[in-house]
């Protein structure tokens, strides 16, 4: 419905390589291509694989690395890659590797790509429930707000 979208949380992006002894390089790792498969989100359908493209783009790797980029439909599969080893690096959630080992994973500065934003919004069909208002209503407030900001 007009006037109830809003914006709860922006997510992070984060580089994984669960086989790689650091990943803290990002673009200068990538850049050695040592590696047969990168898997992103597609870009023209997911939120953090629009990110990932604008941070191979700003590393100027975009072009160089075409024919080793896998896409998944979203960044859940493309953990799924990752964490299968059919690929050995990805472009993924940063709230998906908490709690993984810090050597494997690198955060993408914000700056290195367009926000993340993740938006909630009430549909036509759910203006009449109150627990579709209650629920957007716990997303606004701070605590929900400052929870997943992560994401």
Not at 17 to 34: E, I, M, N
């Amino acid at each position: 419905m007009a006037g109830t979208r809003f914006t709860y949380a922006v997510g992070c992006l984060a580089l994984i390589a669960p086989q790689w002894d650091t990943v803290r390089s990002g673009g200068a790792a990538l850049s050695r291509q040592d590696f047969l498969h990168l898997a992103i989100a597609d870009p023209r359908t997911a939120p953090y694989g629009a990110a990932a493209k604008e941070v191979l783009e700003r590393w100027k790797v975009w072009d160089r690395l075409q024919d080793r980029i896998v896409r998944g439909a979203n960044v859940g599969q493309v953990f799924q890659f990752v964490e299968s080893g059919a690929a050995e690096v990805g472009f993924v959630a940063l709230s998906q590797v908490l709690g993984s080992d810090p050597h494997h994973y690198s955060v993408m500065s914000q700056e290195l790509h367009r926000p993340i934003r993740q938006d909630a919004v009430l549909l036509r069909h759910g203006a009449g429930d109150a627990t579709a208002r209650r629920f957007l209503e716990f997303l606004r407030r701070r605590p929900a707000a400052s929870s997943t900001s992560s994401t």
